[in-house]
């Protein structure tokens, strides 16, 4: 079966500090892979998305940048944090093709910037 | 086109009714339509999805009406429990060679039942 891990859980970094934060999936191969970002009580904000191996999509030109090293790994990385990066951080995955799934989210990480 | 738009934004009911949340959509090349939940703290999880050849989609206490012609789609929570407190999100996709299935997502409704 398929999993995706998203890690860290929360972490609190100060203005001007660097990010990453890594997504990987297992269980497929060749998926379409997404970073969203929700506000507090707001909705889902799509921020990059993936079909492949060095393929990135920016959604909204942003502090963030998106990177896909490998075929399942999906990092989200910023050189200098703002405070209005705060939020809760999801990655998701879908199948790749025709059959139009719907997305698997993980369980996202709670960046709070200080 | 890309929008879809949900209502209410937020909704109060009382243990064993019946929880209704709307979603609207303009662009009719989108061809599939799944519900999300969401807990506190958690990654959405898709409850259920339907394609517009049908109108109706049912599991469990769980209900998703769908009017193609007037691009309308609805989510009913039948006999609603307090565990079913969260917030619901709908989507629509559209299969695009370069992104993929991407999913387009209403505004979100946070559903509290009272018991």
């Known amino acids: 079966s398929q999993t995706i891990h998203q890690w860290p859980a929360t972490l609190v970094q100060p203005v001007g500090s660097p990010l990453s934060l890594e997504c990987t999936v297992e269980g497929t191969s060749n998926p379409n892979l997404y970073w969203y970002r929700q506000a507090a009580g707001r909705g889902l904000q799509l921020l990059f998305y993936s079909v492949g191996i060095g393929q990135i999509s920016s959604e909204v030109p942003q502090n963030l940048s998106a990177s896909r090293p490998q075929d399942r790994q999906f990092i989200l990385s910023s050189k200098k944090l703002l405070l209005s990066d705060s939020g809760f951080y999801l990655c998701?995955?879908?199948?790749?093709?025709?059959?139009?799934?719907?997305?698997?989210f993980g369980s996202g990480t709670r960046l709070t910037v200080v | 086109q890309q929008q879809v738009k949900q209502s209410p934004q937020s909704l109060i009911v009382q243990k064993g009714g019946i929880s209704i949340i709307n979603c609207a959509y303009e662009n009719t090349a989108f061809d599939y339509f799944p519900w999300y939940q969401q807990f506190p703290g958690k990654g959405p999880a898709l409850l259920i999805a339907?394609?517009?050849?049908?109108s109706e989609k049912k599991e469990g206490r769980f209900t998703i009406s769908f009017n193609k012609s007037a691009k309308q789609f609805s989510l009913h929570i039948m006999d609603s429990q307090p565990g079913d407190s969260a917030t619901y999100f709908c989507?629509?996709?559209?299969?695009?060679?370069?992104?993929?299935?991407?999913?387009?997502f209403g505004g979100g409704t946070r559903v509290l039942v009272k018991p």
């Open positions: 989507a629509a996709s559209i299969e695009i060679k370069a992104a993929g299935n991407k999913l387009t």
């Open positions: 998701a995955w879908s199948a790749a093709g025709g059959t139009n799934y719907g997305y698997t």
């Open positions: 339907i394609r517009p050849d049908v």
